[in-house]
């Protein structure tokens, strides 16, 4: 369960980013605020964003419509938690790291091919990127060299770099093979029971997709 006093101090932190013109900054608001989607960088730095509208892009990141929502769900939380035994910590999300050459490339393949948005590209030149489809998060870092060892990519074909989870793979699976998304593996039912297949980045990055 989130802490609300840590999200609290995340709202602060974006509120004193934006002041401070940190440029990262201003990706975030855009993806996550529709009234800013319409401006690019500079004209959202320029604008007046106060606490309450850092708190209601923290309250978008959590899921939640407002700063109001999230407090009430996060008080019931925990008013209900505190009726359970303790537990051990839960882990709410994780985000693949992928390397690869050229980071505006990459989010082109992403965000055309795969049905990703650009949540943000930061760096001149860009140099780190995340994108986002759904709850799937991918962070992108650039490198000069390969990642792998050609040697190890001769030996081990089946190296993944993400795996992600799909309710409906198989209707995935016509979309990119409508969009010419290069494939790794096909579409195939596993001897554990998942449909999965494979995609190749052009970095040479194997994406899993399973359901």
Same mark, same amino acid.
């Given at each position: ?28 608001? !855009? ?14 730095? $320029? ?6 509208? $850092? ?85 992108? !870092? ?35 093979? $409508? ?8 579409? !195939? ?18 994406? $899993?997709?399973?359901?």
């Amino acid at each position: 369960m989130p802490n609300f006093e840590n999200l609290r101090k995340k709202a602060k932190r974006f509120k004193r980013w934006h002041q401070d013109q940190y440029y990262p900054v201003a990706a975030e608001i !855009r993806h996550w605020l529709p009234r800013y989607r319409d401006f690019n960088d500079p004209q959202i730095l $320029a604008l007046e964003f106060k606490l309450a509208d $850092a708190q209601e892009l923290v309250a978008a990141q959590e899921g939640f419509g407002s700063w109001a929502a999230l407090k009430k769900e996060l008080a019931d939380m925990s008013a209900t938690a505190e009726q359970k035994p303790a537990s051990q910590p839960t882990l709410l999300d994780a985000q693949p790291q992928l390397f690869v050459g050229d980071i505006q490339a990459a989010c082109d393949f992403y965000s055309r091919k795969l049905g990703f948005t650009i949540a943000f590209i930061y760096g001149e030149p860009p140099f780190y990127a995340q994108v986002v489809r759904d709850a799937a998060r991918l962070n992108l !870092r650039h490198i000069d060299m390969p990642a792998f060892h050609p040697e190890l990519r001769q030996r081990e074909k089946d190296i993944l770099s993400a795996t992600i989870t799909v309710d409906d793979v198989k209707a995935l699976y016509l979309e990119y093979s $409508a969009n010419d998304v290069p494939f790794h593996q096909p579409l !195939r039912l596993e001897p554990w029971g998942a449909k999965t297949f494979i995609i190749c980045d052009p970095d040479g990055n194997l994406i $899993a997709f399973a359901g």
